[in-house]
């Protein structure tokens, strides 16, 4: 066999090894769509490749000398560092940003309150906005679609289950400060958040650009000062689960980030309660009582990038995860950011945009807000379709492509995505035929489907 037709029958190998692998993980993550499509076009491409090695008689050699060149050039253009890998761009002064100001605070404050009555004449730009927010159902409320009565409920508990934690992010250290080593205790700790089930976790310098300025939510006074002096984050991720989010919008996603809210909650409550016994002050920065915004952080500290939807975008799981923080002043070493090609990809894919429901995602270029060159997002659209909904939406999650379950073939994908821009545009096309730009909604989840049994008893 002559060099040429080894080298033919080596790619015939890999590819027909690609194709088994894309084929069985398509299949295990129920994308029905990609699986025989695989099947199809995968096959179509190992049946012709098979043909030109064993059966092309005129100008074989050369035909399969051009073949192994083509398959050569495209995996090196594939696999090189082809492209820019940017950040976002900060390019002035970044502007804080109030609680008070958020929709989360904003909704809370009641109508004829002294709260609302002042905040409303110092901003009556956004009172017509949520005096409508005001006028829908809510998020797990009756009279939304995704209504049911007794798997709606199960969402509240969980959000009352996490005020009930309000007053325990924060308490003074009494204890006598052990003495630590940043390398150590840096790497201690991140093996002990993993041990708890975060899945990412990082360290960064506390920035206070990223810090708010005001109180909006509990606990705390509202309107007062935030002083959060702290001098480092440590920050992780949980993986919210794949199948939760495939039924996106529905009931099971405000379950999913309710439970996923929970498991950083313990964790961060714990790890800081464990800093203050180690004499060291330590605050604890879960739902509904964030002193800081925690996407940036996390940047900083090297767990992803922030992408067109404006939420973290991270490497395994992309945007499916859900955030928790402790900041301390215990002595840690701080990580690097990291850039693995989003900024581009998300410049070429747009299909969180295309698909918002809302259309809160802008499909335009990056524009200069708070100093940053970024996509342009609108959190009042966003939120008023949840409160129409009934349901935290995660469209913009679910179509996301680096959203995919983190296995062998999409760590692949990830790895050529992260060294070449041919990579990132090739994936695009490949993720838009087998998997398509509006996605399938999963069947709902074992449990989901008998709380939702009543609901069945009435259409009979």
């Known amino acids: 066999m002559r060099w040429f037709e080894l080298l033919g029958w080596g790619f015939e190998l890999i590819i027909a090894l690609g194709s088994v692998l894309f084929i069985a993980a398509s299949l295990k993550e129920r994308a029905l769509r990609a699986g025989l499509l695989g099947l199809a076009v995968l096959g179509a491409v190992n049946g012709v490749f098979i043909f030109l090695l064993l059966y092309l008689e005129e100008g074989r050699a050369g035909g399969i000398i051009i ?13 090189m560092p082809i492209g820019k890998k940017l950040p976002l761009q900060v390019v002035a002064k970044i502007t804080r940003i109030d609680e008070r100001d958020i929709p989360f605070s904003r909704i809370r404050y009641e109508v004829g309150s002294p709260i609302y009555e002042q905040y409303y004449t110092l901003h009556p730009e956004v009172k017509g906005i949520y005096d409508r927010i005001r006028q829908l159902p809510g998020l ?11 798997g709606a409920p199960l969402s509240h508990a969980q959000f009352d289950f996490l005020e009930e934690l309000a ?4 308490a003074p250290s009494q204890i006598q400060q052990v003495e630590t080593d940043p390398l150590r205790m840096s790497a201690a700790l991140k093996e002990t958040i993993k041990y708890m089930g975060a899945k990412l976790i990082g360290v960064a310098e506390l920035n206070q650009d990223y810090v708010y300025t005001h109180i909006g939510r509990r606990p705390g006074k509202y309107g007062q000062k935030v002083e959060l002096t702290h001098k480092y984050a440590i920050i992780f991720a949980v993986e919210m689960d794949y199948k939760m989010i495939r039924v996106a ?33 330590a605050r604890a920065h879960i739902d509904a009582n964030y002193q800081a915004m925690l996407p940036p952080v996390a ?7 922030i992408g067109r939807n404006n939420i973290l975008i991270t490497r395994p799981y992309g945007a499916r995860v859900r955030l928790g923080m402790v900041t301390t002043d ?7 950011p990291i850039l693995f090609g989003v900024q581009d ?3 070429r894919c747009r299909k969180c945009a295309d698909n918002c429901p809302s259309k809160a995602i802008s499909t335009n270029k990056k524009k200069i807000i708070r100093g940053i060159e970024k996509w ?35 760590r692949a994908i990830r790895y050529a995505v992260d060294r070449s821009a041919v990579a990132r545009q090739l994936s695009l096309w490949m993720d838009d035929l087998f998997y398509g730009r509006t996605p399938r909604s999963e069947a709902y989840p074992k449990f989901i489907n008998l709380l939702r049994k009543e609901d069945y008893d009435e259409g009979l």
Do not use: M
């Not at 073949?67 to 696999?79: C, E, K, P, R, V």
């Not at 439970?259 to 309660?273: F, S």
């Open 167 to 170: 007053n325990l992010v924060n």
């Open 330 to 336: 215990l002595p840690l070493l701080p990580d690097k």
């Open 140 to 150: 797990a409320a009756p009279g939304t679609p995704t209504h049911s009565p007794l």
């Open 376 to 410: 342009e997002f609108d959190p009042e659209k966003c939120f008023a379709y949840w409160n129409s909904v009934g349901t935290d939406c995660a469209l913009c999650i679910n179509t996301c492509p680096f959203s995919k379950p983190d296995n062998l073939l999409h």
């Open 299 to 305: 940047v900083d500290a090297g767990l992803g990038e």
């Open 67 to 79: 073949l192994d060149a083509i398959l050569i050039l495209l995996a090196i253009s594939l696999l």
């Open 249 to 281: 919008p529905a009931l099971p996603v405000i379950i999913e980030t309710g439970r996923q809210y929970i498991e950083a909650a313990r964790i961060a409550l714990v790890i800081a309660c464990y800093i203050r016994r180690l004499g060291y002050p």
């Open 345 to 347: 990809f998300c410049h």
